[in-house]
């Protein structure tokens, strides 16, 4: 696949990668890919991500069912940043945190300290049930 070479992967083969809600702009995390993550998720139409922490291909939502349909996918101009447009699926709709939010980022810095500004959607023991 071509346009995977067009990539600058970094020293361990990953690329940063921002997904952002298509319908309102919000960002909502901020992951990584390897090349296989991407492939997969240019053929599912849904975003596979590498888990760093887990050394392996995690689907989005695989255990939460709140998956990520991603629209489009763009590179940027230094061709080492993808932005995934997606719309996010699931039981409650609009959850990508594994906290139960809307988005990863929901602490603004108010101050000298960061405040939680939006709110548990569904509390996380009901999505992770292990």
């Known amino acids: 696949m071509e346009w995977l070479d067009d990539i600058k992967w970094d020293a361990d083969g990953l690329?940063?990668?921002?997904?952002q809600?298509?319908?309102s702009g919000d960002v909502l995390m901020f992951a990584f890919m390897n090349r296989e993550a991407l492939q997969r998720?240019?053929?599912l139409g849904q975003a596979v991500y590498w888990s760093r922490s887990r050394q392996r291909l995690w689907h989005k939502g695989?255990?939460?069912?709140?998956?990520q349909q991603v629209h489009e996918?763009?590179?940027?101009?230094?061709?080492?940043?993808?932005l995934l447009k997606?719309?996010?699926l699931g039981?409650?709709?609009?959850i990508a945190c594994h906290t139960g939010?809307?988005?990863?980022?929901?602490?603004?810095l108010d101050g000298d300290a960061w405040q939680t500004v939006e709110p548990v959607l569904e509390d996380p023991e009901r999505i992770y049930k292990k």
Do not use: K, N, W, Y
Request: charged letters at 25%; a negative charge.
């Open 15 to 19: 690329v940063p990668v921002i997904a």
């Open 21 to 23: 809600e298509a319908a």
């Open 41 to 43: 998720t240019a053929a």
């Open 62 to 67: 695989e255990e939460s069912g709140h998956f």
């Open 73 to 82: 996918m763009r590179l940027d101009c230094d061709a080492d940043v993808v």
């Open 86 to 88: 997606v719309t996010q």
């Open 91 to 94: 039981h409650e709709p609009g």
């Open 101 to 108: 939010r809307h988005s990863c980022f929901f602490r603004r």
